[in-house]
Nanobody
Framework: QVQLVESGGGLVQPRGSLRLSCVAS??????LAWYRQAPGKQRELVAT???????NYADSVQGRFTIYRGNSLSTVFLQLNSLKPEDTAVYYC?????????WGQGTQVTVSS
């Protein structure tokens, strides 16, 4: 059973920063990703990183968010800079392995003054 544990969410003022962390219980995967879901909206892809380190971002976060791995291949971070109120959402870590998707429990990010 694959487990993903996220941390790092919280309340931050507009233009502030946060760093989200996710630790996976496995080193076997094709891709790690961050998604988010705002109230009343569908879950959306935020950023992805492959095993070889290639990254991809949603247009809405390009240039503000950075996804990167830690020293351990099973750890992935999401650096959130220049936060906006519309970034408020529950952020989920995702691991893709073959045709399977695994999810963390989510961490709340609230951007408000």
């Amino acid at each position: 059973q694959v487990q993903l544990v996220e941390s790092g969410g919280g309340l931050v003022q507009p233009r502030g920063s946060l760093r989200l962390s996710c630790v996976a219980s496995t080193l076997i995967f094709n891709m790690l990703a961050w998604y988010r879901q705002a109230p009343g909206k569908q879950r959306e892809l935020v950023a992805t990183i492959t095993r070889d380190g290639s990254t991809n971002y949603a247009d809405s976060v390009q240039g503000r968010f950075t996804i990167y791995r830690g020293n351990s291949l099973s750890t992935v971070f999401l650096q959130l800079n220049s936060l906006k109120p519309e970034d408020t959402a529950v952020y989920y870590c995702n691991l893709k392995r073959s045709t399977n998707n695994y999810w963390g429990q989510g961490t709340q990010v609230t951007v408000s003054s």
